[in-house]
């Protein structure tokens, strides 16, 4: 597994994104970027109090890579379809890859798996 910061560069299938926020956008629009197409499947942040609920918008968030978008769409229904590995939503498994994980927060590192030929 990479851990990078999630404000940093970040290559995935030989494209550039400037950060997790940009993975974010891509996957949003639904666009994909230099033929890398981004699917998000994210949950938000648990809510205590009106405060929470009026504020809190960080998301734990798994991100999936792909050539295309018949690929994407294979990958989201198994992603969309499986449980969470781990805490915090997170879903990070091999068997999605390329794939990262990010816990939503500024503080927090962005979880890439890795092939076997990495």
Not at 14 to 22: A, C, L, P, Q, R
Not at 67 to 74: F, H, M, R
Not at 81 to 97: A, D, V
Request: one cysteine or more; charged letters at 30%; a negative charge.
């Amino acid at each position: 597994m990479k851990i990078f910061k999630n404000n940093e560069t970040i290559m995935v299938l030989g494209t550039s994104f400037n950060g997790v926020e940009d993975m974010i956008i891509h996957a949003r629009e639904r666009k994909p970027k230099n033929g890398v197409y981004v699917g998000e499947d994210s949950e938000l942040y648990p809510c205590f109090d009106s405060s929470d609920y009026a504020y809190e918008d960080r998301r734990y968030t798994n991100l999936v890579f792909a050539k295309s978008k018949e690929e994407l769409d294979a990958k989201m229904n198994v992603l969309n379809n499986m449980k969470q590995i781990k805490s915090n939503y997170n879903k990070l498994t091999c068997e999605l890859h390329p794939m990262a994980y990010w816990g939503g927060d500024v503080n927090n590192d962005v979880f890439m798996t890795e092939s076997s030929s990495e």
